[in-house]
C-alpha cells in the first residue's frame, strides 16, 4: 500500500504532460517566423509590385501564388506521407529561401521584370503546397497535447498577423521591397534550420512509408479516408460555402465600405482588433478542453456572425472593433477545435493527405469567393452582400450543430499518438 501511495503522489494519472519540450520548442520556433514571414508578404507585395506594375499586376502575382498552391496541395500530402512530413517542410523552406531571396536581389538591383516575380510566385505556392499539409499533420508528433499546442501556435498566428503588415510596410519606407524579401528569406532559413534539428518517433506522421502504390492510388487512399468520416467531409462542405459566402468577398467589401466610411485608418485597427480577438479565443482554447469539440467550435463560430453584420449595417468605430474582436475569438476557438479533432482522429499513415483535402477544400472556396466578389456589386451592394455573408455564417453554424456527427464527435485522447519513451527517437 506505501508503495502504491508513492506511485500515485510521484505520478499522478491526472497530471498534464508538459508542452514546451525541446520537439515543440523547435517546431513552434520555425512556425512562428514561417508565420511572420507569410503575414508579411501580402503588403510587400502590394506595395512593391503594385507600385511597378499597378492592381491588375498585383491581382496576377497573388492570383499565381494561391492557384499553384490549390492546385498543387493534394500532392503535398501525398509526398509527405511517402517522404515524411518533416523532409517535405525543410525543402520546402529551402525552396522558399531561393524564391525570396531572388527576389530581395532582384529588387536591390532594380525593378524586376514581372515574369520573375509571376515565376517566383508561382515556385512559392508549390513550396507551402508541400509544406502545410505536413504542418498541420506534424503536430500530434511533436506535443502530446495537441489541442494545448493547436492554441498556442493559434496565438502565434495571430501575432504574426499582427507584427508581419506593420513590419513589411514599415521596411518598404525606410529601404525598400529589397530588405522585406530578404527577411523574409532569412525567416525560412530559421525554420528550416529548426524542423531540421526536431526528433520525432519513427512510427509517427513524420515517418518514411517507403511504398510501391502509385500515386493516383495514394490520391485515392487519402480520398476514402476523408471521405469515409462524415464530420469531416460535412465541415469541409460547410466550409466551401464559407469561403464562397463569407471569408472571400469579406476582405475586399469590408475594407472598401469601412474606408469610404471612416477612413482607412480605421479599416486597419479593425484588422488589429481581429487579431487581438483571435490571440484571446487561441488564450480559450489553452483553458477549456470541451467534451465535443466540434460541437463547443461551433457554438463559438455563431459570434462571427456579428464581424459581417457590423460592416452590413454600418457600425460606429467603437461598434465595429468590438465586432471584430469577438468575431475573432470565435473563429480561433473553433479553428483549434477543428484542427485538433482531424489530427486525434485520423490514422497517422494517412493524415498528412487527409489534411490536404480539407485544405484544398477550404482555399479554393476563398479563392473562389475573392474572385465572384467584384462582379457580385453589379447584382447587389457591398451591404447587402455583406448581410448575406452574416447570415450564412449563422446558418452555416447552426448547419454544423444539426449533424449527428458533428455534434457527438467526442474529444479525444490528446496522447494516444506520442508515448513518452518515444520522446528522442531519431527518424
Known amino acids: 500500500m506505501t508503495t502504491t501511495h508513492a506511485q500515485i503522489r510521484t505520478d499522478p494519472p491526472t497530471a498534464r504532460p508538459p508542452l514546451w519540450d525541446r520537439r515543440f520548442t523547435l517546431f513552434f520556433t520555425a512556425r512562428t517566423v514561417s508565420l511572420l514571414g507569410d503575414a508579411m508578404m501580402p503588403v510587400a507585395a502590394a506595395l512593391a509590385v503594385g507600385a ?27 509526398f509527405a506521407d511517402r517522404f515524411g512530413a518533416r523532409r517535405m517542410m ?4 529551402l525552396a522558399r529561401v531561393l524564391t525570396q531571396g531572388v527576389l530581395a536581389v532582384a529588387f536591390f538591383a532594380g525593378p524586376p521584370p514581372f515574369w520573375l516575380l509571376v515565376t517566383t510566385a508561382a515556385l512559392a505556392g508549390a513550396a507551402v503546397a508541400m509544406f502545410l499539409p505536413g504542418a498541420n499533420g506534424m503536430v500530434p508528433s511533436v506535443a502530446r497535447e495537441p489541442q494545448r499546442a493547436n492554441a498556442t501556435l493559434k496565438v502565434a498566428d495571430a501575432i504574426a498577423q499582427l507584427l508581419g503588415p506593420a513590419l513589411a510596410g514599415l521596411l518598404i519606407a525606410l529601404t525598400g521591397a529589397g530588405a522585406v524579401y530578404a527577411i523574409d528569406a532569412g525567416t525560412f532559413a530559421l525554420s528550416a534550420l529548426c524542423l531540421a534539428l526536431v526528433r520525432v518517433a519513427p512510427t509517427g506522421v513524420d515517418s518514411v512509408q517507403p511504398s510501391r502504390s502509385s500515386l493516383r492510388r495514394e490520391l485515392r487512399q487519402g480520398w476514402r479516408e476523408f471521405r469515409a468520416r462524415t464530420w469531416m467531409w460535412a465541415v469541409i462542405l460547410i466550409w466551401v460555402g464559407f469561403g464562397v459566402l463569407l471569408f472571400g468577398p469579406l476582405v475586399p467589401l469590408g475594407s472598401s465600405l469601412v474606408g469610404a466610411r471612416l477612413g482607412s485608418n480605421a479599416y486597419g485597427l479593425a484588422v488589429s482588433f481581429l487579431g487581438l480577438g ?26 462571427y456572425t456579428v464581424l459581417p453584420l457590423g460592416l ?19 473563429l480561433a476557438f473553433w479553428s483549434v477545435m477543428w484542427a485538433t479533432s482531424v489530427q486525434t482522429h485520423t490514422p497517422a499513415a494517412t493524415l498528412n493527405r487527409v489534411s490536404a483535402y480539407e485544405l484544398a477544400g477550404s482555399v479554393s472556396g476563398i479563392a473562389l469567393g475573392q474572385l465572384l466578389a467584384g462582379p457580385a ?9 455583406l448581410l448575406i455573408s452574416a447570415g450564412a455564417c449563422l446558418a452555416g453554424c447552426l448547419a454544423l450543430l444539426a449533424i449527428p456527427a458533428v455534434r457527438t464527435l467526442c474529444r479525444h485522447t490528446d496522447a494516444v499518438r506520442l508515448p513518452p519513451q518515444a520522446a528522442h527517437v531519431i527518424t
Not at 279 to 302: K, S, T
Open 312 to 330: 452590413a449595417l454600418g457600425a460606429d468605430l467603437p461598434v465595429l472593433l468590438a465586432s471584430h474582436l469577438v468575431g475573432g475569438g470565435g
Open 377 to 385: 456589386i453589379a447584382l447587389a451592394s457591398p451591404e447587402r452582400l
Open 52 to 78: 511597378l506594375y499597378g492592381i491588375s499586376g498585383v491581382g496576377v502575382v497573388l492570383g499565381t501564388w494561391t492557384g499553384t498552391f490549390v492546385l498543387l496541395v493534394l500532392f503535398g500530402g501525398v
Open 90 to 93: 525543410v525543402g520546402a523552406d
Open 278 to 303: 483571435t490571440v484571446l479565443g487561441g488564450l480559450l482554447a489553452m483553458r477549456l478542453r470541451p467534451a465535443r469539440p466540434l460541437a463547443a467550435g461551433a457554438a463559438a463560430m455563431m459570434l
